[in-house]
Structures are given as C-alpha cells and as structure tokens.
C-alpha cells in the first residue's frame, strides 16, 4: 500500500500541475466532447423526427438509427423507430423494436403504450396467439391505462371467431369501462354480430355507450326495458335531444320526487334541476321553488338559483339560509357576498363589514374574494381612514392581481396618493407590437427536468411535444404551449388560464406563463382601425379576446360572429351609419372585415356615451338603449357601484371581463 502511495501522490500532483498550466487540455476529452455528442445527437433526432412526420418513415428510421445508444432519450429512439418500421409496413422490425423497449425499459412510462402497439403489430401480422398474449400482458402489467382498456377490445375481436362467450365478455368490459370511447360502437356492432343475448346488467352498459354516442333512439330501446329508478337521468336526457319535452320533464320531475337517493352524483342531480326548470311550463321561479319541495339533495344550489330570480332585497333571507346551513357548499361565499353588497349600497357600512369579515375568516380565495377586499377598501375610504382603505387595495393587488378589482385598486391608490385615478380611461395613442413575437416557453429547462424529469425536459427542448404527452401528467401551461404551437389558439388561452386559477400564488408579470393567457393577434389591422376609429387598440384587443378567444369563426348563440362577436343586423347598421364597404354575413368572418366593422361599433358607442369607455363596452355587449336606461334608473355618484348594479348579469360580468383583460394586457405589456 505504501508502495502505491508513493506511485500515485506525485502522479495525481503532476497531471494537476499540467492541467493548471495549460499542458494537457483535457476538454476535448472529458466535457466538449460529451456536450458534443449529446448536441449531434439532437440535431439528429429533429432531423428523423421531421421526417417521421412526413412520413418518410423509411429515411427516418436510418436517421434515428445514427444516433448514440448513449442518447438519454434512447428508448424513444427505439419507440420512433418501431413506428417508423410499422410505416413502412415492416413489422418483423417493429416487433423487435417494441420487444427491446419492454425488455431494457420495463418500468418506463412509455412501456404501456409500446405493449399495446405490439400487440396491435401482431394483428397486423396475422399472429392472433401472440396478439392475444400481449394483450393480456397489458392487461395484467399496465391496469388502469387507457391501454388496458383498448386491450378488451382487441381480445373481443381475437376471441369471435374461435369463442364467442369470452369474446362478448372483453367487449363488455369495454362498454363498462369506456362508454364514450373509439371503440365502444364497434363493441356494440361485435355483441350484435355474434346474436348475444344481452342481460339487464348488459343492457345498461350497451345503453350508456350507445347514449354517449349521441345514438339516443337506439339508446332507448336497451334504457326502456330496465327499471326506472336506475335509468331516468339517461332516458330524460336522450328525450331532451329528440325534442319530446314533456316526456323529459315528465321524468325529470319523477326522478326529483322519488329517484334521487344519496347515492345519486351531485353533478347529476344538478343536470336534472337545470333540465327540468329549463323544459318546465312553469314559470323558473316556480320551478325551483317545487324542486325545493320535492327534494333536500343539492338543496343550496336550488336555493341560489331561486335567488338569484329575486331582488336582491327580497332574496336577503335565502342568502342568510346558504351561508348559515351551507357554509362549506360552493354558493354560500357567493350569498355572503351579494349580502355584504346588499348593506353596502344601502349604507349600512358597519353591517357590511361583518359580513365581509366572516367571508374574509372563513374563505381565502373563492370567485367573490376579490370583490370583498375592493369592496372594503372602499367603506374605508368612505369613512375616511385612508390608511386602511389602502390596506385593503394592497392586499387585492397582491392576492389577486389579475383581476378586474385589482385593476379598480390600482385606480383607487392611485387617487390615494395625491395622483388621479385613471378609472377606465383609455389611452388612443397606444400601439400594439406589429412584429408578432413567439411567445416564450412557459418554463426553464431546468424548470421542466424538475417537474416532470430529464425525458420530458429533453422532448421539450426537440419540440417533439406529442411524445413528451406520453411521460407527463396534467400541466395546464404545458398543455397550452403545445396547442398553441399546434395553431389551437382558444383551447390553448383556455388551458393557461385554468392554470392560473390552481395557483394561489400568482407569477410575477414578467412571466411568460400570463402571455399565454394574454397572447397579441391580429395587431396590425387592430392598430389600423383602431387608429381610424379614435380607440385604444389595447381595449380593442382585450374586448377581442374576451368575445372569441382570437376565433375569427366563432358563432354565439344569437349569431354574433367572428373576432369580435358581431351581429349581422348590427353590422348592417354601422354600414349605413358609417357609410363603410358593405359586406355580407359570411364576410364577418374575415378578421379584416370583422374588426373594421367591430371597431366602428364600439367607436359608434363611444360616440353616443361621449367617450365613457366603461359604458362604452356595456352598450357593446347589451346595446345603446338598455345602457341609456340604466343610467336613468342608477346612480352615477360612483361608477364602481354602478357596474356592480347593473341589472343584466351577462353585462354586469362582461364589463369586468373585458376591463379585467385591459388590466392584463396592460400590466404584462407595460402600456401606458
């Protein structure tokens, strides 16, 4: 041992010394040339993985066959060049391939998926047993999946021909498992074709499946013949589609008197109250009022809706009854609110706050929360203690930063420290960015390989993003960065912004993640029109985006259409009023159609309000007339309480969408 000592010391201390003068340059060896391997084997991929999408399967398959088994995504390289050699109809290959991935990666999250393609290999080569085999194996290796599930279907197909009985046994468990999946009609159609004898238990699952195939006729036939009590949600719902409304409502009210147990999904009991009031001949007050009779189940959603018929005034006491009997439903921090609203505009600023107090104790973060903390502010301001309003407008700010009410808190501190209070004045001399920017990835690199690990941060990084699907679970930013690089530009805003809702600790305004939420379209004609008509272009694509999440085909239910949801009767009047171009309907989906006649609407409503931006944009979703009314009959002392009392809900809720997306696009852009 001594003796090796006295080798090794001063042979460690001179390839020091070397390394510290520069003698031997060690980087090429132990560090460029890693990097350099790990950066080949990148461009390699791309390179194969755009070929793959071309469907060059066959030049894609010896272009991942280049790359370095040492490449820490391997296994996909392997897993692409299984479907490559199936492309090319080359399934001897495939087999191997997806028999390698199972063998050296069997724990690998992508196993799942590579069982079953193998499987569905084996069909495709005539190799039924082994089919057969394998589709056990996933059964029995990978329970639970979605692959497991496409398994009994596949066994139903192998066993028609040779066992009828297990065949309608694996297409059953299907049915059961997956009503609403791709193969549940072709399970249906395979029962029918081997003449099976449907059971009662049988004849639920073929009616569930054919009732979530919209196929509601067929539906009925299965749904008829079982008991009653056990089928009314489905059986009044298929009666609902086929337009026989009284048999609907009929049952509906059969299942509130006497069907619904405690067993019965809330989600479901709810669908039958909103059903019945809605197909009823009675009045909707009315009809609440016999669903509270008939049945305790869900008993504070039924007492809200019936309140929200009411004058606020005449509604107080079944507000008082959901947050008092109610308190951990889901409505009862709405009655607390629409209470502490109800004394405040009488008032009664002390009555308020116990009310806003309970809220405040009692629930950290609900649709109403922000709306109690400006609200707050505001009494304080009332009462004159400046110093507690501006508490109360910090916390919305920092609690609730994206909200409509904390752009109305930054209005109000503003007022507060001796500057003006900018209220819903807009700015005409805005521009937006005309050089669209890719929006920047929601995440670091070092972000994602934490989250989700090396493989996912790695696909990432190779905009392989449908494969990266396979190893993660639910991201909702993930989710809206890939729909928005696939050109899905609404479900995409939508996913980001149900993202946002989880976290109760919102990013910093800098963060990418909100220019998901956020993103800029259609900026050049906006600025264009928006420049001719004397508007800000930043309202104009915050109204934009609140009417059709950037859906230039997006069609309401009362025809408005396109980018900004406009009515055809409407844009024939702003042709005439402003002698414009005239255009047909289908021509409002045209974004340079639809926003030049969007944008002399909304100029033609600031025209008539004298520039009031706020009434402005309530005249655009509820018209000129019903805003003129409103102003005869609500005080205009205080503009923040005449929103809150705007008679039309849909109005009053898209103004503060609207000036809430104003308040985004602002802060997140950095306009003036």
């Not at 499987?119 to 080569?125: A, H």
């Not at 024939?572 to 609407?601: H, M, Q």
């Not at 009314?629 to 005449?642: A, C, G, I, K, V």
Request: hydrophobic content about 35%; some cysteine; glycine content about 4%.
């Amino acid at each position: 041992m001594k003796n090796f000592l006295k080798i090794f010391i001063p042979a460690l201390i001179l390839f020091l010394l070397l390394i510290a003068l520069g003698i031997w340059n060690y980087k090429p060896f132990l560090i460029t040339g890693f990097f350099q391997d790990q950066q080949d084997a990148r461009e390699m991929y791309r390179k194969a993985r755009n070929l793959q999408l071309n469907n060059d399967f066959k030049a894609a398959y010896y272009t991942y066959g280049k790359i370095s088994r040492k490449y820490k995504i391997y296994d996909i390289v392997l897993y692409h060049q299984a479907d490559c050699a199936a492309g090319i109809e080359d399934e001897k290959t495939a087999v191997e391939k997806y028999q390698k991935i199972l063998k050296l990666y069997s724990k690998n999250p992508i196993s799942p998926v590579v069982s079953y393609k193998l499987g569905q290999t084996y069909i495709r080569m005539k190799k039924n047993l082994e089919a057969e085999n394998r589709f056990l194996k996933t059964l029995e290796s990978y329970p639970g999946t979605d692959y497991a599930v496409g398994s009994f279907y596949y066994l139903g197909e192998l066993n028609k021909n040779k066992n009828q009985q297990m065949a309608a046994q694996y297409w059953l468990k299907y049915l059961a498992l997956a009503p609403g999946g791709d193969f549940a009609l072709n399970s249906y159609e395979g029962l029918k074709s081997i003449n099976y004898k449907f059971r009662e238990k049988d004849k639920l699952h073929a009616g569930i499946a054919l009732f979530m195939q919209q196929k509601y006729k067929e539906a009925l036939e299965y749904l008829n013949q079982l008991p009653r009590n056990e089928t009314w949600y489905y059986r009044a719902i298929c009666h609902k589609y086929l337009g026989n409304k009284s048999t609907a409502t009929a049952i509906f009210k059969k299942a509130l008197t006497d069907y619904i147990d405690n067993d019965t999904p809330g989600s479901k009991v709810k669908k039958a109250m909103q059903s019945y009031v809605k197909l009823s001949y009675s009045t909707r007050y009315r009809s609440w009022s016999d669903i509270l009779h008939w049945t305790d189940r869900e008993k504070d959603f039924a007492l809200y809706n019936k309140a929200l018929l009411l004058s606020l005034k005449k509604a107080r006491k079944i507000y008082e009854e959901i947050y008092k009997k109610y308190p951990d439903g889901n409505y009862a921090s709405e009655a607390l609110w629409n209470l502490f609203w109800y004394e405040y505009d009488n008032g009664s600023y002390d009555k308020a706050i116990d009310y806003a107090e309970k809220h405040i104790t009692t629930y950290e973060n609900t649709n109403a929360s922000p709306a109690i903390y400006f609200w707050m502010g505001k009494i304080y301001e009332n009462k004159g203690d400046r110093s507690k309003a501006k508490d109360f407008y910090k916390v919305t700010l920092r609690k609730f930063p994206d909200s409509y009410y904390a752009f109305r808190a930054n209005g109000r501190l503003s007022a507060l420290s001796n500057k003006v209070d900018s209220e819903w004045t807009t700015c005409v001399t805005n521009r937006l960015p005309v050089e669209e920017k890719k929006l920047e990835f929601p995440y670091s690199y070092k972000e994602i390989a934490a989250k989700h690990g090396e493989k996912v941060a790695e696909l990432i990084l190779l905009k392989d993003y449908d494969t990266a699907l396979l190893f993660m679970p639910d991201d909702s930013f993930l989710e809206s960065w890939i729909k928005l690089e696939k050109g899905v530009l609404t479900s995409s805003i939508v996913s980001a912004r149900n993202g946002m809702k989880k976290l109760l600790t919102k990013p910093a305004d800098e963060d990418p993640k909100w220019k998901l939420i956020y993103p800029m379209y259609y900026t050049e004609i906006i600025n264009k029109n928006a420049e001719f008509n004397g508007l800000d272009p930043v309202l104009v694509i915050s109204l934009m985006k609140e009417e059709s999440h950037f859906n230039p085909f997006a069609v309401s239910s009362a025809n408005a259409r396109g980018l900004m949801q406009v009515l055809p009767i409407t844009a024939k009047d702003i042709v005439r009023w402003k002698c414009l171009t005239s255009c047909n309907y289908n021509e409002l989906f045209d974004p340079e159609t639809n926003i030049r006649i969007g944008t002399a609407y909304l100029s033609y409503t600031e025209y008539v309000f004298n520039g009031n931006a706020m009434l402005s944009v309530a005249a655009y979703n509820a018209g000129p007339t019903a805003v003129k009314t409103w102003l005869n009959r609500l005080s205009q002392s205080d503009f923040d309480r005449f929103i809150e009392n705007i008679p039309y809900k849909q109005t009053r809720r898209y103004v503060k969408k609207v000036f809430g997306s104003y308040w985004n696009y602002k802060r997140i852009y950095e306009f003036e």
